[in-house]
């Protein structure tokens, strides 16, 4: 078979579990956060305004995560350096 058919068959695959990874992490910082956000309240009620705002702050971050390895994932797929280096 030819080369290319290997590399790209590999990079799919590749591909689909560097997706599932960020999904799955994406979602346990997401339960992490939430979980300590409303543990923290109930320890401290007053401390609730806080406690939102760093909550909002860390879900910002949480989310900007599965979107950079999005970009990585695509640049695997479309523009893959590894087809490049058997031509």
């Not at 806080?50 to 995560?65: D, H, K, R, V, Y």
Request: avoid cysteine; proline fraction near 5%.
């Amino acid at each position: 078979m030819n080369p290319e058919v290997y590399i790209v068959a590999a990079t799919a695959i590749a591909v689909g579990l560097i997706l599932a990874a960020a999904g799955l992490g994406s979602a346990l910082g997401w339960g992490l956060i939430s979980a300590k956000t409303i543990e923290g309240i109930t320890r401290q009620p007053e401390m609730r305004a806080q406690l939102m705002t760093n909550t909002f702050i860390f879900a910002g971050l949480m989310e900007s995560f599965p979107f950079i390895v999005l970009a990585m994932a695509m640049w695997f797929v479309f523009g893959n350096p590894f087809l490049a280096a058997i031509r």
